[in-house]
C-alpha cells in the first residue's frame, strides 16, 4: 500500500513537471521557507542592512520528508550597513535540488535606508540569476529508449532582478516586494528567451507588530501575503504566524499555511545578542496529508544566525 501511494504521489509530480516542460514558459519557483522572519531578505531586498551589523545566516530545509527526490534546499545569506549607515550590500547563495533536477540561485543586494518619524524606511534592489540543469539519464524506463527522458535538457541560465521597501521601528514592521521583474519562454530551438510582463509579476507583503506584556513576555503576530498576477485566484502563500518570546531568549511559534492547509511549529534559541539557531517542523492536515499518510513526514527546517560587531546594547535587542 505504501509503495502504491508513493508511486501515485511521483507520479502526479512527474505530470507535473512534464507539463511545465510542454509549455513554454519557464520558471523555477521560489521555495517556501518557514523561518524568514529571522531572515528577511530571503523574501526582500529591502531587508538588507537592517539588522545593524555584518549578519550571517544558513538554513538548511527537507521537504516532503519520506518522499524520494523530494525538494533539498540550502541557502546562505549575508548583508551588512556600510559606514555611512545609510547604504547597505549583501549577497544570496540558494542550492535545490529535487528529483533529477539541480538548482542554484546567486544574487546580490543593495539598499538604501532614511530615517522616517521613530523609524527607517528602506528601498532595496536585487540581482543575479538563476541556474538549472536536469539529467533524467537515471530513471529506469520499462520502455528503453524512450526520446523524452534520454535526451538531457541543455541547463538554464536565467538573469533576474527584484526589488523592495521595507518599513521598521521598535513597535511594527511591513514591507513589500516584486521578487522577479523577468519572465523566461522556451524557444522552438530549446534555449531560452527573457521578457517582461507585469501580468507574470508576483507581489509579497509583509507584516508584524510587538506587544511587551513585561521584560520575561512579548508576542509577536505577522502575516505574509504572496499575491500573483498570473493566478486565476491570485494568492500563492498566505502565512499566518505568531511568536511568544521568553526572556529574550526563547522564541517558541507557529503558522498557519492556509493555502495549503500546513501547520508549522517553530523553536528558535537566542544564545546571546550574535547568535541564534532554530528548527521548524510542517506538518500537512489538508489533503495532501490524507493522501501522504504511512510514508510522509511533512517537512523540517534548519537555521543558524550569526552576527558579527553587534551594535544593539542587550537592554534594546532586535525583533525585526
Known sequence: MKRGACALICFILLISS?????????????????????????????????RGALSTFLSYRKQWMGVKGSPDIKSLSLHTPMKNDRVAL?????????????????????????????????????????????????????????????????????????AGAYYYNEKFFFGFAVPAFLSYNRTS?????????????????????????????????????????AEVNGIKQLDLNGNIILADLVWVGGSWRTTEKVAVGILQVQVNQQLMF???????VGRIDYLSKGFMNGSTEFILRYEFGYKVSASNPRYF
Do not use: C, W
Not at 513554454?24 to 530571503?42: A, D, E, H, R
Not at 539529467?135 to 529506469?140: E, N, P
Not at 517582461?196 to 508576542?219: I, T
Not at 532554530?278 to 500537512?284: L, N, T
Open 18 to 50: 512534464v507539463k511545465s516542460q510542454s509549455d513554454s514558459k519557464i520558471s523555477l519557483g521560489y521555495p517556501v521557507f518557514s523561518q524568514y522572519l529571522q531572515n528577511g531578505l530571503m523574501i526582500n531586498p529591502a531587508y538588507t542592512g537592517t
Open 90 to 162: 549583501g549577497l544570496i547563495g540558494q542550492f535545490m535540488s529535487y528529483g533529477y533536477t539541480h538548482a542554484t540561485s546567486v544574487y546580490a543586494t543593495y539598499a538604501y535606508n532614511v530615517r522616517v518619524g521613530k523609524g527607517k524606511l528602506s528601498l532595496g534592489l536585487k540581482g543575479g540569476f538563476d541556474h538549472s540543469n536536469s539529467d533524467y539519464s537515471g530513471i529506469r524506463l520499462s520502455t528503453a529508449g524512450d526520446p523524452v527522458f534520454t535526451v538531457v535538457d541543455k541547463p538554464y541560465m536565467l538573469p533576474n532582478i527584484s
Open 189 to 229: 530551438l530549446g534555449g531560452v528567451q527573457a521578457y517582461h510582463s507585469f501580468n507574470d509579476y508576483d507581489f509579497v507583503f509583509s507584516a508584524g507588530a510587538l506587544f511587551s506584556f513585561s521584560e520575561f513576555f512579548r508576542f509577536k503576530p505577522s502575516v505574509l501575503l504572496d499575491y500573483s498576477m
Open 278 to 284: 532554530g528548527f521548524s517542523y510542517d506538518y500537512p
